[in-house]
């Protein structure tokens, strides 16, 4: 299984507040709608920084997880025509262009 961990700032003019509900609430149902995602995704998360004493400020808004069984259902579903024209468009309102980190891993369970 692969995971695509995608680390995202909001656009210029967003609210934190406005982002974590434009991603929980608009982005993240809009992502999960399309029929690609009960069969490709098997996993899929988002998160976001809460206040913590101790450590330093977020470098980040935003994270997003996503869980394949392989690299054939990650292409398919990225390349899919409802992704394509239905979910990636939304991202522009929501993560600024050109901010996003990303790691692509194989999670091992410790505990």
Known sequence: ???LAFMIRRVEGMSAEEFVDYHRNHHAPLFASIPEF???VRKYTVSHPIAAAGYPAPAYDGLTEIWFDDWADHDAFFSSDNYTTLVQPDE???VAKGSTGVMVTHETLVI
């Open 1 to 3: 299984m692969i995971k």
């Open 38 to 40: 009960a069969h490709y």
């Open 92 to 94: 522009a309102n929501l």
